[in-house]
């Protein structure tokens, strides 16, 4: 994949004047994970920023100039990741940083890196509930934003869903991270208050060639299915164990396991009716736009990939806030997001036509509300957003949705059961 390098902050602001010629870049860090278990997502997300900086730049750029990245490869470990970002933030002095993907990736560039240095983080994937909490508790000086729904939210839906799909005594393996930990835990609390049983609950550690001991240990008390908290290579190799073993061959996959590259590791046969949940989308004009361009520019991604949708998003609230605030520097920025979706600003959408009157009134001053490729999207005093679950199944090797929980079905939900 192509990966953009430029000239840091101090370029950016050398712009051109003269003909209406854009010669400076206006530089955003992007850290993805490239490589490793959230390969995968990390460049369906990194793709989708750059269409949407492509949209924005073919719109007129921002400040005079245009939206550049400047990607590095987290290799989905969180050490590589505060170096990455710490070089972007100290040395190329960007304004913001774009990432991570997954929470064990977000977290230590949060608390390392982009909140002591007062530099916006936008994941467009990291759904730990811990972020929130690190709000709460004011550790992040309200520069971190994300554009997907907290796992605190999605343990509710996957606890109702396994439920209502007759789902009521499952073994449960997570990742043994920070993401996986809490959607263990939020969905155990909400899958047994609803009248679930829970026979074992087994942590594994990350790029094992072997998972044949955990699978054993889950085993115990007989489950009838397996809910599966994991990213597609290493799930691939739990799956395949647990099917080996004799394990009943009914699954609850989180939303990271929608992946054509998990179902064909596994074999579809396999996997055939296996339920899943994801953060779902609200179809806009965005959506469609999204879809029915994405994969000219994503080299054969498909816009369906897990995180493609909200990067999109996470990409074009930046860029728009960028514009808003009228320079590229940090605090003015995360000042400024919240007014690119303000619910009483005019409805804009994704692409390039549309970007051009985002562009124009806030040049004049006047609110816009971006409607995302995952629908609405505001965001709370955390940085957080509430939204719709999709619902879905894989059948005949494909991910087929079934339904979608909206967010105050889940609400209710999470009443319910207090």
């Not at 619902?391 to 209710?412: F, H, N, P, R, Y």
Request: glycine content about 12%; overall charge negative.
């Amino acid at each position: 994949m192509t990966l953009f390098k430029t000239p840091g902050l101090a370029a950016a602001l050398l712009c051109a004047t003269t003909l209406g010629a854009q010669a400076c870049d206006v530089t955003i860090g992007m850290v993805m994970e490239l490589t490793g278990p959230a390969g995968a997502y990390g460049q369906a997300g990194a793709k989708s920023v750059e269409m949407a900086f492509r949209d924005i730049n073919e719109a007129g750029g921002v400040l005079g100039c245009q939206l550049v990245t400047d990607t590095r490869d987290s290799q989905s470990q969180g050490n590589v990741a505060v170096d990455q970002a710490t070089q972007l933030v100290n040395i190329k002095q960007v304004p913001v940083i774009i990432g991570g993907i997954i929470s064990s990736v977000s977290i230590p560039i949060l608390t390392s890196v982009t909140a002591p240095a007062k530099v916006v983080q936008m994941s467009p994937a990291s759904s730990s509930p811990t972020l929130t909490q690190l709000a709460r508790d004011g550790k992040t000086g309200g520069y971190f934003f994300r554009t997907i729904t907290s796992d605190a939210l999605q343990g509710i839906a996957a606890a109702k869903y396994a439920m209502d799909s007759g789902l009521k005594k499952m073994a449960l393996i997570h990742v043994n991270n920070d993401f996986g930990l809490n959607m263990a835990r939020e969905f155990t609390a909400a899958y047994t208050a609803m009248g679930g049983t829970i026979t074992s609950t087994t942590p594994y550690n990350e790029n094992q060639p072997n998972y044949g001991a955990e699978v054993t240990a889950a085993m115990g008390g007989e489950p009838e299915a397996l809910y599966l908290i994991s990213y597609p290579v290493d799930g691939a190799t739990i799956a395949r164990a647990w099917i080996s073993q004799g394990g009943p061959q009914k699954f609850l996959l989180n939303d990271g396991m929608n992946s054509t590259d998990f179902i064909t590791a596994v074999g579809a046969e396999y996997l055939e009716g296996a339920y899943g949940t994801s953060s779902g989308t609200t179809e806009t004009a965005s959506t469609k736009y999204f879809y029915d361009n994405y994969a000219a520019m994503s080299g054969g991604i498909e816009p369906s990939a897990p995180a493609a949708d909200r990067s999109y998003d996470a990409g074009a609230i930046i860029g728009l806030a960028v514009a808003k605030a009228g320079k590229a520097e940090s605090t003015a920025i995360r000042d400024a997001i919240r007014s690119v979706v303000d619910p009483k600003g005019e409805v804009i959408y994704a692409g390039p036509e549309e970007f051009k009157k985002a562009l124009a009134l806030i040049a004049e001053g006047k609110p816009i509300n971006y409607q995302g490729v995952i629908g609405n999207v505001a965001f709370d005093e955390y940085g957080d957003i509430s939204g719709p679950f999709r619902l879905w199944q894989i059948k005949g090797g494909e991910v087929v949705t079934t339904g979608e929980m909206s967010a105050e079905d889940v609400a209710a939900a999470k009443a319910e059961i207090k």
